[in-house]
């Protein structure tokens, strides 16, 4: 189901983008659930992830970083930014 923006994507089977949510220029691999106003961008988003309302993830300059989410991940706004680099890593194209 997909109620958010969609734009240059590849989307797997059983994802779940929220309302107000914008992909661009990302994969979001299989069952995975994108809350509501989140915003990625230049991503890969691995399989069974929870992207938590409002979160912000991406890159402005595709041509020198990916950011890449890992399998069964759940990045929160609430979570402390130890704990997100360790779920998060920028990816040297």
Do not use: C
């Not at 994802?15 to 990625?40: M, Q, R, Y």
């Not at 970083?65 to 920028?90: C, H």
């Amino acid at each position: 189901m997909i109620s958010g923006s969609v734009e240059r994507a590849v989307i797997f089977s059983g994802v779940k983008i929220g309302k107000g949510a914008h992909i661009k220029n990302s994969v979001i691999l299989p069952h995975t659930i994108i809350e509501d106003n989140v915003w990625l961008e230049n991503s890969v988003v691995g399989s069974q992830s929870l992207i938590k309302k409002g979160v912000i993830i991406g890159s402005k300059t595709p041509e020198k970083y990916l950011m890449v989410v890992g399998n069964q991940v759940t990045v929160d706004p609430a979570i402390e930014e130890v704990q997100f680099k360790n779920s998060v890593k920028s990816v040297l194209s």
